[in-house]
């Protein structure tokens, strides 16, 4: 089967084409070509969401193959830099230009993924931040993967790209998995079968509320996330279902859409020279407990 | 005054549920046993929540707050990570004092969710 992957840019209507691919080849023993005739570029979500797709085909007992005499240049280029070619066609990778490596963590392994945080995404020179504040995003990022980790229950695992755009003078990144999807997850716990996807989205993103509370408390990380996003007027998207979430500076929205994808992916966007989060100079002052 | 050095458990990244693990039972085991302790983040950069929970909320259902204060003092942890702890600590109070109070508020709020549709 021939199938034509489309220009994707990361605007909502784009995410609908990725989850149309999605619904089109997620079922067992599929035999596909990924022709990009059709494909002018390819941003970092699209990337992210393509690698794992192939994965799940595969994992389904299927095959996926790559016709790379479709590509035009610039999207050769592109794949070639993130290394996404030099994983699924035996492309030399060339590291090079704005492109942040394509990823896939089968397991949590933090000391290679805060690395790749800090020195594939953030650290090289396209963001001017403390030492403080580097360390901050990045460990409100890895917040991102181990919830996908802990609730997503992917099989196949997390899938993740990056994309400097300097003349937007944005830096993005998209983390994707195939699991089970944060409504499932919140109506499952909560025992309410009927619960609207955005109202359970809702729910996980308030603080203390999680799925998994047993022993201790938890639920903090997309709280801690959000709250980043909103001071440093970035954006963050949450796809999951058909529920949906948007956070910026001034929104926090969430809606039921029409378009479902079963796992959950995340859109980040920092602003790269607005980046000015405050820590409190008197927290150290107060009692910690 | 016992010390633990969180660099020997976590590394530099203090971010994982399971080395917070450690961390909590090493700490629990010397207050349990009447020592004060010094827990020191030297050379600890990156801090997220789940560490946090487990090493230092989950204290909060074995001590008090005011007991906790005045006898475990933080050292050279960075006010990133007092940022992370306090909020985890606001948390864990919340859970372990009143955790039937908490679900029961969970479940309100699930109630008004239902009441907008």
């Given at each position: 089967m021939n199938v034509k992957i489309p220009t994707i840019n990361d605007d909502v209507s784009d995410f609908d084409r990725l989850f149309a691919l999605w619904e089109q080849l997620n079922r067992q023993d599929l035999d596909i070509t990924f022709d990009?005739?059709?494909?002018r570029f390819l941003r970092q979500n699209a990337v992210a969401f393509l690698g794992g797709l192939i994965r799940l085909v595969r994992y389904l007992g299927g095959n996926v193959r790559i016709d790379d005499s479709t590509f035009i240049p610039d999207v050769a280029n592109n794949l070639a830099k993130n290394g996404f070619s030099g994983i699924f066609s035996g492309k030399a990778f060339v590291r090079s230009g704005n492109a942040i490596p394509y990823r896939e963590d089968g397991e949590s392994e933090n000391v290679s993924l805060i690395a790749y945080l800090r020195d594939q995404w953030l650290g090289r020179g396209w963001v001017h931040v403390t030492e403080l504040l580097r360390n901050r995003i990045i460990g409100t990022v890895w917040e991102v993967y181990a919830n996908g980790f802990e609730h997503g229950e992917s099989g196949i695992g997390i899938f993740s790209c990056g994309q400097h755009y300097p003349q937007l003078r944005t830096l993005k990144l998209t983390i994707v998995d195939f699991g089970v999807g944060i409504p499932a997850n919140v109506r499952n716990f909560l025992g309410e079968p009927n619960l609207p996807s955005d109202r359970a989205l809702e729910w996980a993103f308030?603080?203390?509320?999680?799925?998994?509370?047993?022993?201790m408390g938890r639920g903090l990380g997309l709280d801690i996330l959000k709250q980043f996003i909103k001071v440093n007027k970035g954006q963050l998207e949450v796809f999951s279902h058909d529920a949906y979430a948007l956070v910026d500076s001034g929104t926090e929205r969430y809606l039921t859409r029409k378009s479902y994808f079963q796992g959950t992916l995340v859109n980040i966007s920092l602003v790269c020279d607005e980046l000015h989060y405050c820590l409190s100079s008197e927290i150290s002052n107060e009692p910690l407990f | 005054m016992s010390l633990v050095k969180v660099l020997e458990i976590s590394g530099e990244n203090a971010v994982a549920q399971e080395d917070g693990q450690k961390v909590y039972e090493r700490i629990r085991e010397l207050l349990k046993s009447g020592q004060d302790l010094q827990l020191d983040f030297q050379g600890v950069k990156i801090f997220a929540s789940p560490f946090f929970n487990a090493a230092i909320g989950q204290l909060l259902k074995d001590f008090d707050a005011d007991d906790l204060n005045r006898r475990l003092k933080f050292e050279h942890l960075s006010l990133v990570g007092q940022e992370v702890l306090k909020k985890v600590n606001e948390n864990s109070k919340r859970y372990f004092s009143s955790s039937e109070a908490f679900k029961k508020a969970q479940t309100e709020v699930i109630g008004n969710l239902a009441r907008k549709l």
């Open positions: 990009f005739s059709g494909c308030r603080p203390g509320n999680s799925t998994k509370p047993e022993g | -």
